[in-house]
C-alpha cells in the first residue's frame, strides 16, 4: 500500500532484528527506523494512538451503527465527535506528516520516509470517510451557503499537492495519486448531488411547487371526492406522489403556474389516488396484498411532501386542505366504519412515523437516499465508477511513464503488503519498533476495510430506503405492466425494509424527578406502549370535529364527577406547572406499585400514566421550546421546581439518595403541610413540589379503594396532555421540532406532525386573549354593514 524498496541510508543503530523475508527487509527496516530514533520517538508514538483512536470510532460506526437499522441519519453525538475530529485532523496531521520527513527526507533527498507515507495514507482514506459527517443537503429552504464546500475544495486540493509533489517514485505516485483521485472524484460527486438538488423542481424547489399545486388544484374546485364514500375517498385522491415537476409551465408572480389539465395531470403525476386504484385491482393483488404498506408508504411520502412547507416558511395550508387531510388519514386509519381500535392507533402512528423518517433523512441524511431511484442507481453506482477507474488508469499510466506492468509487479510484487503484516505480527512482542509498526499497518487495513465498508453500506441503505421503494412503486404505477422480475424486486426489497425498519415502534426518553440521574444521555428509553397509542388515536378522532376541545387535562376531570376535586390541580396558566404537578404525584403514585408489585404484571393503564408522565418531564427539562408555553417561562418553571424540590428533600438526599428515601421525604412532607397548605393550594399560593406530593396522597388513598380506576383516570389525564402541547404554530416551536429531527424526532413531532396536517388546535389561554387585526377588522365591517341595513330598514 504504497511502499517501495528503493535503497536508503540507514543507521545501525536503527536496525532491529527481524525474521523477515530479504524481499522485504529494506522496507521493515526504513519502517521501523522511525521509532529507532529517540528524538522522533514521542512524535510518532502519538501519531499511531491518535490514528488508532480514531478510526476505532470509525471502524465502529461502519460496522455497527446501523445492523438492524436502514436510516441515513447518524446519531448527533457521534457527528458532533467526528466533525470536531475532522475539522482538527488536517492540520495536526500536516504538521506530524512535516515532522516525520525531519532529516530523514533531506537525507534521502527524493522521496518521503515510510512513516510519512504511512501518515499522508491515513489523511487520505480520513479525507475518503468524511462523508460519514457531512449531510446531503438538497434543500432549497436550507442553503448554508459554501463555506463547507469551499474547506473540503480546500483540504483536497492541499492532498494534491503533498501527493504530487512529495513523491518521487512511480510505484508510490500511482498507489497515492489514485487514492487522491478518488477523493477528488467524491468531492466532485458530493457537490453534484448538493447543487443538482437544490436546483431542482422535484427536490430542493418542491416546497414552493406544492404549495402552487396545492392551491390552483383547490381554485380548479375538484370537489367531486367531498360527495365520495370514505371508501372511495382516497381512490381520488391527488396529493402528489411523483412528477408533479413536469406540469410547471413558468414561474410567476404568485408562485409556479402549472398546467392542470386533467390528461397531463393523468398522464404525468403519479397521485395517491392512482396507487389506491392500483391497489385495489384485482390484476395487481399479488403485489399489494402481502405488502399492505406499500400503500401507507406512499401517503405518507404524499404528506412529508406537504409538510416541507411548514418547514420551509411558506404559506399556511388552508381549512379547506386541513379538513380534507383531516379526512382522509381518518379514514383510512378507522375505515369506513369510522372505529377507534388498537390496530388504529398502530396504523396512524407507522404513517407519522414513516412520514417523519423521510424528513429526517431529507434534512440530515449523509447518504444521498433522497435521490434513491433506479436510475440513480445505475448511474451513480456503474457509470460513475467505470469513470473514475478510466481516470485511475490514467494516472498509472502517467506516473509510471508507459511502463505500466513494471509498476504494477513493483506494487504487488510477493502480495508484499500482506508479507508485511504477517513478518510484523511474528515478531510483535520481541520489539517495541515492531508493535508499533504492527499499528501503523493495522490502522491502514481498519481505514481501509471501513471505506470499502462505507461504499458498500452506501448501496444497501439506498436500495432498502423508504425513497427507493416510494420510486420503484411511483415506475410500477405509471407503467403497471412491469415485468414480474420489477414487481419481484419491489416486493422483496419492500419486505426487507419493513422488517428492518421497525415499522411503529417508536421509543422516548424517561425522566423522573425522584431518580438520581439528570444526564439526558444517561436516562432510560422505553417504547410506546400499543394502548397509549389507541388512547392517544382515540383522543384525537374525537377532538378531530372539535366536539371535545383540548384542555391541560379539565376535560377528563370534567367528564369524571367523582374526580372534580383534582381539578384544582390543572388550573395554572402555565402548561409546565400542570406537567410536573402531576409528574410528581404519578410518579408518587407509582413507587409503591413498583416496589409491592415486582413479580405482577402491570395494568396496561399504569404502563401508560406512568410512561407518558415521565416522557412529559422530559421534554419539560430539555425541550421546552417543543411546548407552547413561553421558552424561557417554561426554563424558570423547571427550575423552580427543582429549587423547591432541593429544598424538600435536602441537599444530600436531593443529589445521591435512592427513591425510596425520596418517596419517604416526599410523603411526609404531604402529610406535615396538607391541612395547612390546602387553602393555600386552592389560592394558587402553594409551589409545584408541595402540589404534586399533596396530589400524590390523595391518589394513594384513592388507589385502596381502586387502584385500576385511578390508573385509568391518570392515563386518559395524560393522554390530554400529550395531545394538547402537540399543536404549535410559533416559528420557535416549529425549529425546535426541525432540531429534533436531527435527533430521529421526538414523540411529540409526530403528533405535532398530525395536528399540522389536519389543523388541530388548543383554545387560547384564558390570561391572554389577543384579537388580530384580520378579526378587528371583520368584526368592525360586520358593524358597519348591520349600522347600514338597519338605517334601510327604517327609511
Not at 343 to 372: N, R, T, W
Not at 416 to 434: D, M, Y
Not at 468 to 484: C, D, E, I, N
Not at 713 to 737: D, N
Request: charged letters at 20%; aromatic letters at 10%.
Amino acid at each position: 500500500m504504497g511502499y517501495s524498496y528503493h535503497k536508503s541510508t540507514i543507521s545501525s543503530s536503527a536496525l532491529i532484528t527481524l525474521t523477515c523475508p530479504n524481499t522485504i527487509d529494506l522496507f521493515l527496516r526504513n519502517l521501523t527506523s522511525s521509532y529507532a530514533d529517540k528524538s522522533n520517538e514521542s512524535s510518532v508514538v502519538t501519531t499511531s494512538i491518535f490514528m488508532f483512536v480514531l478510526v476505532a470510532v470509525f471502524f465502529n460506526l461502519n460496522l455497527f451503527s446501523r445492523v438492524s437499522n436502514t436510516s441515513a441519519v447518524l446519531k448527533p453525538t457521534a457527528r458532533y465527535f467526528l466533525s470536531a475530529a475532522i475539522s482538527l485532523f488536517l492540520p495536526i496531521m500536516s504538521y506530524l506528516l512535516s515532522e516525520a520527513k525531519g532529516d530523514a527526507g533531506e537525507s534521502q533527498g527524493k522521496d518521503l520516509p515510510v512513516q510519512a507515507r504511512f501518515i499522508l495514507m491515513w489523511m487520505l482514506f480520513v479525507e475518503l470517510l468524511r462523508k460519514k459527517v457531512e449531510a446531503v443537503l438538497v434543500s432549497g429552504g436550507m442553503q448554508r451557503g459554501y463555506s463547507g464546500i469551499i474547506t473540503h475544495a480546500t483540504a483536497v486540493a492541499w492532498l494534491g499537492y503533498l501527493v504530487f509533489f512529495n513523491l518521487k517514485v512511480a510505484d508510490q505516485v500511482a498507489v497515492f495519486g489514485t487514492l487522491w483521485l478518488i477523493c477528488a472524484a467524491k468531492f466532485v460527486q458530493r457537490v453534484a448531488f448538493t447543487e443538482i438538488g437544490r436546483r431542482s423542481l422535484a427536490y430542493g424547489k418542491n416546497a414552493r411547487l406544492l404549495s402552487s399545486y396545492m392551491a390552483q388544484l383547490q381554485l380548479q374546485a375538484r370537489r367531486g371526492q367531498q360527495d365520495a364514500a370514505p371508501s372511495e375517498r382516497l381512490k381520488m385522491c391527488e396529493y402528489a406522489v411523483m412528477g408533479e415537476e413536469k406540469l410547471v409551465l413558468e414561474p410567476g408572480p404568485h408562485g409556479y403556474v402549472l398546467d392542470l389539465n386533467r390528461d397531463t395531470v393523468d398522464h404525468n403525476v403519479i397521485t395517491v389516488g392512482k396507487i389506491w386504484q392500483l391497489a385495489e385491482s384485482h390484476s395487481h393483488e399479488v403485489l399489494f396484498t402481502p405488502n399492505p404498506r406499500l400503500k401507507r408508504l406512499c401517503l405518507s411520502f404524499a404528506l412529508f411532501k406537504l409538510l416541507r412547507r411548514r418547514f420551509e416558511h411558506l404559506p399556511l395550508t388552508t381549512k379547506e386542505e386541513t379538513d380534507l387531510c383531516r379526512d382522509l388519514i381518518f379514514e383510512y386509519i378507522c375505515g369506513d366504519k369510522g372505529i377507534v381500535s388498537d390496530q388504529s392507533g398502530v396504523a396512524l402512528f407507522q404513517l407519522l412515523k414513516d412520514e417523519i423518517s423521510f424528513m429526517c433523512e431529507y434534512h440530515h441524511s449523509v447518504y444521498p437516499v433522497v435521490l434513491a431511484s433506479p436510475r440513480f442507481l445505475v448511474v451513480n453506482y456503474l457509470v460513475f465508477p467505470l469513470v473514475v477507474a478510466v481516470f485511475c488508469f490514467m494516472t498509472l499510466a502517467i506516473s509510471a511513464k508507459g511502463h505500466m506492468m513494471s509498476a504494477l509487479s513493483r506494487i504487488m510484487v510477493h502480495n508484499g503488503i500482506f508479507t508485511v503484516a504477517e513478518c510484523l505480527w511474528k515478531n510483535v512482542l520481541r520489539s517495541q519498533a515492531a508493535f508499533f509498526s504492527a499499528i501503523s499497518i493495522s490502522i491502514s487495513y481498519l481505514l481501509f476495510i471501513a471505506f470499502i465498508y462505507e461504499e458498500v453500506e452506501e448501496f444497501l441503505v439506498l436500495v432498502l430506503s423508504n425513497w427507493f421503494v416510494v420510486s420503484m412503486l411511483s415506475s410500477y404505477t405509471a407503467k403497471p405492466r412491469q415485468s414480474p422480475a420489477y414487481s419481484g424486486t419491489l416486493h422483496c426489497i419492500s419486505w426487507v425494509n419493513e422488517k428492518l425498519s421497525f415499522a411503529g415502534f417508536i421509543t422516548f426518553k424517561q425522566l423522573s424527578v425522584l431518580s438520581v440521574s439528570w444526564l439526558p444521555m444517561m436516562l432510560p428509553t422505553v417504547s410506546l406502549p400499543k394502548q397509549a397509542k389507541s388512547l392517544i388515536m382515540e383522543r384525537l378522532f374525537s377532538s378531530a370535529g372539535s366536539p371535545a376541545p383540548l384542555s391541560n387535562g379539565q376535560y377528563v376531570l370534567d367528564c369524571r364527577p367523582q374526580e372534580r376535586d383534582l381539578s384544582w390541580f390543572c388550573e395554572s396558566d402555565s402548561i409546565a406547572e400542570v406537567i410536573l404537578t402531576w409528574h410528581i404525584a404519578t410518579s408518587l403514585l407509582e413507587m409503591p406499585c413498583r416496589q409491592g408489585q415486582e413479580e405482577m404484571p402491570w395494568d396496561d393503564h399504569k404502563v401508560v400514566a406512568a410512561r407518558l408522565s415521565k416522557y412529559c418531564a422530559y421534554l419539560v427539562a430539555f425541550h421546552p421550546e417543543l411546548l407552547p408555553d413561553d421558552l424561557e417561562g417554561t426554563k424558570h418553571a423547571y427550575k423552580v421546581m427543582k429549587k423547591d424540590l432541593k429544598d424538600t428533600l435536602g441537599c444530600w438526599d436531593y443529589y445521591f439518595a435512592p427513591e425510596r428515601d425520596r418517596y419517604d421525604k416526599m410523603m411526609a412532607e404531604a402529610a406535615r403541610s396538607e391541612n395547612e397548605a390546602w387553602p393555600d393550594c386552592q389560592q394558587g399560593k402553594m409551589n409545584v413540589v408541595q402540589k404534586g406530593a399533596i396530589l400524590g396522597k390523595m391518589l394513594i388513598e384513592e388507589s385502596k379503594a381502586g387502584e385500576r380506576s385511578i390508573w385509568e383516570l391518570l392515563a386518559h389525564l395524560w393522554v390530554e396532555l400529550i395531545v394538547y402541547v402537540a399543536p404549535s404554530s410559533r416559528e420557535e416551536q416549529v425549529k425546535g421540532h426541525e432540531e429534533a429531527l436531527g435527533q430521529g424526532g421526538e414523540l411529540i413531532t409526530l403528533l405535532w406532525t398530525l395536528a399540522t396536517h389536519t389543523g388541530l388546535t388548543r383554545p387560547p389561554p384564558k390570561s391572554i386573549v389577543i384579537q388580530h387585526v384580520e378579526d378587528v377588522e371583520e368584526m368592525l365591517r360586520q358593524r358597519v354593514e348591520k349600522k347600514f341595513y338597519e338605517t334601510r330598514s327604517h327609511e
